[in-house]
T-cell receptor, first 110, second 116 residues
Framework: GENVEQHPSTLSVQEGDSAVIKCTYSDSASNYFPWYKQELGKRPQLIIDIRSNVGEKKDQRIAVTLNKTAKHFSLHITETQPEDSAVYFCAAQRGDQFYFGTGTSLTVIP | EPEVTQTPSHQVTQMGQEVILRCVPISNHLYFYWYRQILGQKVEFLVSFYNNEISEKSEIFDDQFSVERPDGSNFTLKIRSTKLEDSAMYFC??????????????FGEGSRLTVL
């Protein structure tokens, strides 16, 4: 089956700095890679996604890159703000199943 | 904006009791899922459901678990005889599209199950 690994598990950045979270996947059949943000006690919510036929996607301060050859994808948050503090999960979809990474707890220090 | 809704938000039960968690997926969605998240850990896939049958299930989804879509709107997860290790947040999710066109997964607010 698919195995998604995510690093780092915790990340602290100063407000205004950039944050990068990296994920790798094992199954080349995975073709959709969403990123979810989960605030404490809340449901995971999609913040950005990328499909396997695209190498990069950007939405304001958030960008995702995908390297299919190396089987890794990354989330980039620029100009971080305190409200970006949350747990971020990457996922890879293979078939009908989404496989999640272990999560990164991001803290943005004002 | 349409949402996935789940009930109850929190359930406390005794070990060995049966529990039913209920979900109402977004109305035009065709793919339904249950995930669980043990406190502080990652979201884990339990089961996916399409066209009134299970399409995939994980090794967590053993004989103690079952899912059902009893009517056109509800999607339920039943745990027959709860164990302490079943304590977790259970998320229902739905998606408009499946493998042919990868679709966004919409999560409900979750049902927190505490087994004593």
């Amino acid at each position: 089956g698919e195995n998604v690994e995510q690093h780092p598990s915790t990340l602290s950045v100063q407000e205004g700095d950039s944050a990068v979270i990296k994920c790798t996947y094992s199954d080349s059949a995975s073709n959709y890679f969403p990123w979810y943000k989960q605030e404490l006690g809340k449901r995971p919510q999609l913040i950005i996604d990328i499909r396997s036929n695209v190498g990069e996607k950007k939405d304001q301060r958030i960008a995702v890159t995908l390297n299919k050859t190396a089987k890794h994808f990354s989330l980039h948050i620029t100009e971080t703000q305190p409200e970006d503090s949350a747990v971020y999960f990457c996922a890879a979809q293979r078939g009908d199943q989404f496989y999640f990474g272990t999560g990164t707890s991001l803290t943005v220090i004002p | 904006e349409p949402e996935v809704t789940q009930t109850p938000s929190h359930q406390v039960t005794q070990m060995g009791q049966e529990v039913i968690l209920r979900c109402v997926p977004i109305s035009n969605h065709l793919y339904f899922y249950w995930y669980r998240q043990i406190l502080g850990q990652k979201v884990e896939f339990l089961v996916s459901f399409y066209n009134n049958e299970i399409s995939e299930k994980s090794e967590i989804f053993d004989d103690q678990f079952s899912v059902e879509r009893p009517d056109g709107s509800n999607f339920t997860l039943k745990i027959r005889s709860t164990k302490l290790e079943d304590s977790a947040m259970y998320f229902c999710a739905s998606s408009e599209a499946g493998t042919a066109n990868t679709g966004e997964l919409f999560f409900g607010e979750g049902s927190r199950l505490t087994v004593l």
